[in-house]
């Protein structure tokens, strides 16, 4: 009895210092993130700070970086415009339309967009932008990043989308409600978390994005942040630690931002329970 009790005691602290060093794993880099910024010598450990202001005033003079961030927030707001009305559109018609082949067709997109990634098909990308005109120009990037989101997208939300009762939408055509309304006014207010999810998830892979705005993107005015902080070297080829991390701080408020304003307006909460 006692030996199996110092078991237990053994296994709970074992599996307490577990998570005390995966927190630790996960806390450094954010210590680190909210530190550097501050210290006038950062470096690539996490150290008390020489505090000064004196890296944002830096990074202010740089022409490019604040216009990067508006340029990420323009390619992020629109792919996410272009990619949430298609994903909801596309996935309510898979859902209320029976047609041969179409799980098989939802998994085969699925599938295909996880094993084509965006470094196995830069070349044939490129030059489709080229031939149809769109290089060096924020609409084409737009394109290429909701082709990329579509196919996830569009499998996440056809499952919000038959969890919609087709009673309610009956109800909705009795009175008089053409299958537009009947999406916006019934099947949108019932599928927002999906869709919130969604648009989180898909600003997420916009905001971080590096691959496709530098293949397509020449113009420096143009370029995303994700883009314009590959460019922050010293004079010696060293990476510039002040710049980088003052600007790292700066690049991810947008998205914290987004993420609180979505999950307030709708939520993440799964309304279950709801039965035709």
């Known amino acids: 009895m006692i030996l199996r009790t110092g078991r237990s005691v053994l296994a709970r602290v074992t599996f307490v210092f577990f998570l005390v060093a995966v927190g630790a794993f996960f806390a450094i880099p954010l210590a680190?993130?909210?530190?550097?910024?501050?210290?006038?010598?950062?470096?690539?450990?996490?150290?008390?700070?020489?505090?000064?202001?004196?890296n944002f005033r830096t990074l202010a003079d740089?022409?490019?970086?604040?216009?990067?961030?508006?340029?990420?927030?323009?390619?992020?707001?629109?792919?996410?415009?272009?990619?949430?009305v298609t994903a909801t559109l596309a996935s309510y018609a898979l859902s209320r339309v029976r047609i041969p082949g179409r799980d098989a067709l939802l998994y085969g997109m699925l599938l295909l967009s996880s094993?084509?990634?965006?470094?196995?098909?830069?070349?044939?990308?490129?030059?489709?932008?080229?031939?149809?005109g769109l290089i060096d120009?924020?609409?084409?990037?737009?394109?290429?990043?909701?082709?990329?989101?579509?196919?996830?997208?569009?499998?996440?939300?056809?499952?919000?989308?038959?969890?919609?009762?087709?009673?309610?939408?009956e109800s909705a055509r009795l009175y008089g409600a053409s299958r537009l309304q009947v999406l916006t006014h019934?099947?949108?207010?019932?599928?927002?978390?999906?869709?919130?999810?969604?648009?989180?998830?898909?600003?997420v892979?916009?905001?971080?994005?590096?691959?496709?705005?530098f293949?397509?993107?020449?113009?420096?005015?143009?370029?995303?942040?994700?883009?314009?902080?590959?460019?922050?070297?010293?004079?010696?080829g060293q990476a510039?630690?002040?710049?980088?991390?003052?600007?790292?701080?700066?690049?991810v408020v947008p998205v914290l931002a987004v993420y609180l304003v979505v999950n307030r307006k709708f939520g993440f909460r799964f309304f279950g329970g709801i039965k035709a």
Do not use: C
Not at 186 to 203: E, K, L, N
């Open 32 to 54: 680190w993130l909210f530190v550097a910024p501050f210290d006038a010598s950062p470096s690539m450990s996490v150290q008390w700070p020489e505090w000064t202001l004196g």
């Open 62 to 84: 740089n022409p490019y970086a604040l216009r990067s961030i508006g340029n990420s927030l323009l390619l992020a707001a629109g792919t996410m415009a272009v990619t949430v």
């Open 115 to 132: 094993i084509v990634t965006g470094t196995a098909a830069m070349v044939p990308t490129f030059q489709l932008m080229t031939a149809v």
């Open 137 to 169: 120009t924020r609409p084409g990037v737009m394109l290429v990043l909701t082709g990329g989101l579509l196919p996830t997208a569009i499998f996440i939300l056809k499952d919000f989308m038959d969890s919609v009762p087709r009673s309610y939408e």
């Open 186 to 203: 019934v099947v949108v207010p019932v599928a927002r978390p999906g869709i919130a999810f969604v648009t989180i998830w898909g600003m």
């Open 205 to 213: 892979q916009v905001w971080g994005n590096f691959l496709v705005p």
């Open 215 to 236: 293949l397509l993107l020449r113009d420096p005015s143009t370029q995303p942040a994700a883009v314009l902080m590959y460019t922050f070297y010293t004079e010696a």
């Open 240 to 251: 510039d630690l002040r710049l980088i991390s003052a600007f790292s701080l700066i690049f």
